[in-house]
């Protein structure tokens, strides 16, 4: 029998929007995956500030904005820790928690690609999953052609193989918690229960980067 695969999306998730479940659902399409987990980080190692609201706000509009995929998954097992975790450890868990009998994709938009030789383990994390990187608006489309030295020429194949062309789908956190911090209209960036989670909890309001 196949093995099943499984898609993990880490992120801040401050908040999550539009952008985040068009190329998570696209990605679990192009890979063929059972389900995608997302999973929220407490608080990314690499992010100086820290989410600007808390775990159980940011994982209540995560629920609301994945209900209606049936593949989408939550998990909690990053806000769970007292540390924030790195990936290597969050992906380890899970393959242990499918019996090693999973195959592991860990998607990441292109803007992530200049950060990842900063990442604790990449090289183990390269090769115990498949680090599939997406496209996303306002970034070069993937590419690994300059960590060959570093990494070695099957690691950045296999970076390669695994890139997923995704919609260019032009929104981010940053610039949702900016509009609200200036009070507009982020509606169509969002699912409606989520936009209507932050207008009930008055969240992002305070002026934020
Ligand atoms: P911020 O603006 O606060 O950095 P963000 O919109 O990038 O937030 P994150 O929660 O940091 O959202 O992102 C989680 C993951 O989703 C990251 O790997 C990021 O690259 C990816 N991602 C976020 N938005 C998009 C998008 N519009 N298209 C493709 N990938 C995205």
Redesign the pocket.
């Given at each position: 029998m196949a093995k099943r695969k499984i898609a993990l999306?880490?992120?801040?998730?401050?908040p999550i929007?539009l952008?985040?479940t068009i190329?998570a659902a696209e990605a679990a399409e192009q890979i063929g995956a059972d389900e995608v987990v997302f999973v929220p980080a407490k608080c990314s190692p690499l992010k100086e500030t820290l989410p600007r609201v808390s775990d159980e706000d940011r994982f209540k509009m995560m629920a609301l904005a994945t209900t209606e995929n049936k593949k989408f998954r939550l998990s909690r097992c990053e806000l769970k820790k007292s540390q924030p975790s790195y990936t290597l450890e969050t992906v380890r868990q899970f393959r242990a928690d499918y019996d090693f009998d999973a195959s592991i994709y860990w998607?990441?938009?292109?803007?992530?690609i200049d950060e990842l030789p900063l990442w604790y383990g990449i090289e183990k994390l390269i090769s115990e999953c498949n680090l599939s990187v997406?496209?996303?608006?306002g970034f070069e489309p993937p590419d690994f052609t300059k960590f060959k030295a570093t990494w070695g020429q099957y690691r950045v194949e296999k970076l390669q193989k695994n890139v997923i062309k995704?919609s260019l789908?032009?929104?981010?956190?940053?610039?949702i918690?900016k509009m609200l911090a200036n009070g507009a209209d982020v509606s169509e960036m969002l699912h409606p229960d989520v936009a209507k989670y932050i207008c009930e909890h008055q969240l992002y309001q305070a002026d934020a980067d």
């Amino acid at each position: 029998m196949a093995k099943r695969k499984i898609a993990l999306f880490g992120g801040t998730f401050d908040p999550i929007h539009l952008g985040h479940t068009i190329v998570a659902a696209e990605a679990a399409e192009q890979i063929g995956a059972d389900e995608v987990v997302f999973v929220p980080a407490k608080c990314s190692p690499l992010k100086e500030t820290l989410p600007r609201v808390s775990d159980e706000d940011r994982f209540k509009m995560m629920a609301l904005a994945t209900t209606e995929n049936k593949k989408f998954r939550l998990s909690r097992c990053e806000l769970k820790k007292s540390q924030p975790s790195y990936t290597l450890e969050t992906v380890r868990q899970f393959r242990a928690d499918y019996d090693f009998d999973a195959s592991i994709y860990w998607l990441i938009g292109a803007d992530s690609i200049d950060e990842l030789p900063l990442w604790y383990g990449i090289e183990k994390l390269i090769s115990e999953c498949n680090l599939s990187v997406m496209y996303r608006a306002g970034f070069e489309p993937p590419d690994f052609t300059k960590f060959k030295a570093t990494w070695g020429q099957y690691r950045v194949e296999k970076l390669q193989k695994n890139v997923i062309k995704t919609s260019l789908v032009d929104i981010s956190s940053t610039e949702i918690r900016k509009m609200l911090a200036n009070g507009a209209d982020v509606s169509e960036m969002l699912h409606p229960d989520v936009a209507k989670y932050i207008c009930e909890h008055q969240l992002y309001q305070a002026d934020a980067d």
